[in-house]
C-alpha cells in the first residue's frame, strides 16, 4: 500500500472542486476527481488525476467509485462531498420536483459520498470529510430560499457527524464560502428563467429582476476558486483542522452581520431583498 494521500473529490468538473483537486495533486495527493461531466477534467486527468463520472444522486456512481478506489489503494484519506447547484427563484414558483432535486443533490448526496467511505475510514482508523457548504447556511435569503435550506441541512449533518466520528480518528470540517467565480450562473440560472414563466411569477417580477442583477454581479466579482482551494487543502492537511472555515471576505461579513445585527439589517442587503 503506498503512503500517498488517497482523496476523493465529488463535483469535480468546475469551479472549486476542480481548483482543490488542482490543489491537492500539486501537494502530493492521489485525486479521484469525479463528476458527471467528466470531459470538463481532461486537465486534472492531464496533472495525474483519476477522472470518474459519478451522479451523487445515484448509489451506484457513488458506490462504484469507492469501491475502485479501496480495491486500487486500499484507503481513502480524504473525501471532499462538494457537489451541489443553486435552485434559483421565489418558494411559490418552484416545481416540487425542483426543490427534490436540490436536496437530492446537496444534501442526500453528501450523505451517498459519507456511508459509502465511512467503513473504510473507521477500518484505518484516519479520515477526513470535508463538506462545501454555505455563508447561506447561516440565514435564508430571498430568491433562492431552498438552497440555504440545504446548506443549514449540511451544517446540521457536518456538526453531528464531527462528533459522531472523532473517536475513530475521522475529522469532518465545514467549507462556507460567499460569493465565488464560477461557473454556477450556468448551471443555476435556468431554474430563474423557468420561474419567470411561472403562471404566478407576475408579482415577483421585478423581484427577479432584481435578484438576478445583484445575484449575477455578485458571482462575477467573487472570490476566486483558488481561495476555497486553500482551504480544502488546510482541512485535508493540518493535524488540527478548523471546524468550519470562511475563506473569502463577504463569507466572514455575512456571518459578523448575522451574529450581531441579525435580520434587521440582512433582510435589507440581501440579493432581492429589496425591490428599490
Known amino acids: 500500500m503506498s503512503s500517498q494521500k488517497i482523496a476523493f473529490i465529488t463535483g469535480a468538473s468546475t469551479g472549486i472542486g476542480h481548483a482543490s483537486a488542482k490543489m491537492l495533486l500539486a501537494n502530493g ?12 477534467m481532461k486537465d486534472l486527468e492531464e496533472l495525474g488525476a483519476v477522472v470518474m463520472p459519478c451522479d451523487v444522486t445515484k448509489d451506484e456512481d457513488v458506490q462504484k467509485v469507492v469501491d475502485t478506489i479501496i480495491k486500487v489503494d486500499g484507503r481513502i484519506d480524504v473525501l471532499f462531498a462538494n457537489a451541489g447547484f443553486c435552485l434559483l427563484g421565489p418558494v411559490e414558483l418552484q416545481s416540487i420536483e425542483d426543490v427534490r432535486y436540490q436536496f437530492d443533490v446537496n444534501v442526500l448526496g453528501n450523505a451517498r459520498a459519507f456511508t459509502a467511505v465511512l467503513p473504510h475510514m473507521r477500518k484505518q482508523k484516519s479520515g477526513r470529510i470535508i463538506i462545501t457548504s454555505s455563508v447561506a447556511g447561516h440565514m435564508g435569503s430571498p430568491g433562492m430560499a431552498w438552497y ?17 466520528v472523532k473517536e475513530f480518528g475521522i475529522k469532518v470540517s465545514l467549507i462556507e464560502p460567499g460569493y465565488i467565480n464560477t461557473d454556477i450562473p450556468n448551471a443555476s440560472l435556468p431554474y430563474l428563467d423557468k420561474c419567470e414563466k411561472h403562471p404566478n ?35 485535508a492537511t493540518s493535524s488540527s ?16 452581520l448575522k451574529r450581531w445585527f441579525g ?3 440582512i433582510d435589507q442587503i440581501l440579493p432581492g431583498a429589496s425591490i428599490k
Open 201 to 235: 411569477a407576475a408579482p415577483y417580477k421585478v423581484q427577479m429582476k432584481t435578484f438576478r442583477e445583484k445575484w449575477s454581479k455578485g458571482c462575477q466579482n467573487g472570490a476566486s476558486p483558488d481561495t476555497i482551494a486553500k482551504a480544502v487543502l488546510h482541512a
Open 148 to 164: 440555504p435550506s440545504t446548506k443549514h441541512a449540511q451544517q446540521g449533518v457536518g456538526d453531528g457527524l464531527r462528533m459522531e
Open 241 to 256: 483542522p478548523k471546524r468550519r472555515y470562511a475563506p473569502n471576505a463577504d463569507g466572514k461579513l455575512g456571518k459578523f
Open 263 to 265: 435580520y434587521a439589517l
Open 29 to 40: 495527493f492521489k485525486v479521484y476527481a469525479t463528476a458527471r461531466r467528466t470531459h470538463l
